[in-house]
C-alpha cells in the first residue's frame, strides 16, 4: 500500500511540475506522434536494426551509436543487452530524454516499456518498432543514472 501511495504521490507532483509524459517516453497511446515519430505498424514491412547494449572498460555503450534512417521509414529494433548490468534505451529527442535523466536520478526505479524505449536485464532481448515520420536528429539513451554519462547514448539521423 505504501509503495502505491509513493507512485501516486511522485506522479501528481511530476504532472504538477509540468513533466509531459507524452514527450518523455510515458505514452501508452499507440497512435500517437510526437516530434520523433510514431509507434510502427506491425503489420506494414520494417528494416532490421540490430542494436546491443554492453559495458566495457567502465564505459557503458549502445552499438551502433549512430543510425540513419529516411523519413517516414519504419524501423525494427531488435535489442540486446550483453551486458551484466540492466539497461534501458529510450528513444526521444535530446532535450526530452535529458529532462528525463534528470526524473530518473530522482526516481532510479522507475521502469519503461513503451512504445519508444524498453527495459532489460543482462542477456536478454527485446525490441521496438517505430516510425520516424520527421526529419532531424534524435536522442536514444539509457536513462538509468549515470548510464548516459558513461557513454550509453545514440543519435537517431533522419534525412
Given at each position: 500500500m505504501?509503495?502505491?501511495?509513493?507512485?501516486?504521490?511522485?506522479?501528481?507532483a511530476?504532472?504538477?511540475?509540468g513533466i509531459?509524459?507524452?514527450?518523455?517516453?510515458?505514452?501508452?497511446?499507440?497512435a500517437?506522434?510526437?516530434?520523433y515519430?510514431?509507434?510502427?505498424?506491425?503489420?506494414?514491412p520494417?528494416?532490421?536494426?540490430?542494436?546491443?547494449?554492453?559495458?566495457?572498460?567502465?564505459?557503458?555503450?549502445?552499438?551502433?551509436?549512430?543510425?540513419?534512417?529516411?523519413k517516414?521509414?519504419?524501423?525494427?529494433f531488435m535489442?540486446?543487452?550483453?551486458?551484466e548490468?540492466?539497461?534501458?534505451?529510450?528513444l526521444?529527442?535530446?532535450?526530452?530524454?535529458?529532462?528525463?535523466?534528470?526524473?530518473?536520478r530522482?526516481?532510479p526505479?522507475m521502469?519503461h516499456d513503451?512504445?519508444?524505449?524498453?527495459?532489460?536485464?543482462p542477456?536478454?532481448?527485446g525490441?521496438?518498432?517505430?516510425?520516424?515520420?520527421?526529419a532531424?536528429e534524435?536522442?536514444f539513451s539509457?536513462?538509468?543514472?549515470?548510464?548516459?554519462e558513461s557513454g550509453?547514448?545514440?543519435?537517431?539521423?533522419?534525412?
Amino acid at each position: 500500500m505504501r509503495s502505491a501511495i509513493v507512485v501516486v504521490s511522485v506522479l501528481a507532483a511530476l504532472t504538477a511540475s509540468g513533466i509531459a509524459f507524452a514527450d518523455a517516453g510515458h505514452s501508452h497511446s499507440h497512435a500517437t506522434e510526437v516530434a520523433y515519430g510514431m509507434p510502427g505498424d506491425p503489420k506494414k514491412p520494417a528494416r532490421i536494426v540490430q542494436i546491443v547494449m554492453r559495458e566495457s572498460d567502465g564505459k557503458m555503450l549502445f552499438q551502433p551509436d549512430r543510425i540513419e534512417v529516411k523519413k517516414g521509414e519504419q524501423i525494427r529494433f531488435m535489442l540486446r543487452n550483453n551486458g551484466e548490468l540492466d539497461h534501458e534505451i529510450v528513444l526521444a529527442t535530446l532535450e526530452d530524454n535529458l529532462k528525463h535523466a534528470e526524473e530518473m536520478r530522482k526516481n532510479p526505479d522507475m521502469e519503461h516499456d513503451d512504445p519508444n524505449a524498453k527495459r532489460l536485464g543482462p542477456k536478454k532481448t527485446g525490441e521496438i518498432l517505430w516510425r520516424f515520420t520527421k526529419a532531424g536528429e534524435f536522442d536514444f539513451s539509457c536513462l538509468i543514472p549515470g548510464h548516459r554519462e558513461s557513454g550509453m547514448f545514440g543519435t537517431v539521423v533522419v534525412k
